[in-house]
Every structure is written in C-alpha cells, then in structure tokens.
C-alpha cells in the first residue's frame, strides 16, 4: 500500500513557475513508478511526466520541451514536478500516482493522491 500527498499547487500569473511535491509513504513506495497527471474541467486526465523507480528513465506528455521537469528523491520518498513558462491552459488538478512500471497511461498506476490545484491568471 502506498499513499500520496501532493503539495505546492496554487495560483500563480502567466509565465510563473510552480513545484509539486508528491510525498509518498508505505514500506515499497521508491520502489514504484511515479506519475503526474492532470485534469482540467471538461477534459480528459492527460499524462504531463513520469519517472522510473531509479529515477534513470522519464517519460513527457507532449508539451513544449523544458516546461515541466519531473524528478524524485528516494531517501525522502518524494516526486517533484518543477512547472516553468506556465499558461492559462495548464489550469488543473494535478495529480500524482505510483504504479509499478513507467507508463503513460493512467490505468497502469495503483495509486492516486487526492490533487493539488494549479491556477494560472492571464
């Protein structure tokens, strides 16, 4: 069992940059995959990056290169998503998750944290 607990989402003006934070507990969790998804109201949940359990591997959602960075720290058992040049269009909850291969689908993954919002004024 692994849980999730996101963190860093707020508001912030066009061209401004966020961190996300994605504490995870439970005696296996570096062992996952991490991912970060979002969703915005009306749409479908779409991929922004995800990680490998080593960290060696990641995988992007199609989005301007250097936009988002996605990284995580074992020892602290914490996933990061570093947002830069943001946009009003990346107005959404974001959410991490944990599953046991890197993929960019989020049915492979076996657990979700509940969300942080990211709001982005034009």
């Known amino acids: 069992q692994v849980h999730l607990v996101e963190s860093g989402g707020g508001l912030v003006q066009t061209g401004g940059s966020l961190r996300l934070s994605c504490a995870a507990s439970?005696?296996?969790?570096?062992?996952?995959?991490m991912g970060w998804f979002r969703q915005a109201p009306g749409k479908e949940r779409e991929l922004v990056a995800a990680?490998?359990?080593?960290?060696?591997?990641?995988y992007y959602g199609d989005f301007p290169e250097d936009e988002f960075t996605i990284s995580r720290d074992n020892a602290k058992n914490t996933a990061y998503l570093q947002m830069n040049s943001l946009k009003p269009e990346d107005t959404a909850v974001y959410y991490c998750?944990?599953?046991?291969?890197?993929?960019?689908?989020?049915?492979?993954?076996?657990?979700w944290g509940q969300g942080t919002q990211v709001t982005v004024s034009s």
């Open positions: 990680i490998s359990w080593s960290g060696s591997a990641t």
């Open positions: 439970g005696p296996t969790a570096s062992s996952y995959a």
């Open positions: 998750a944990a599953g046991p291969n890197l993929s960019d689908s989020g049915g492979d993954y076996d657990y």
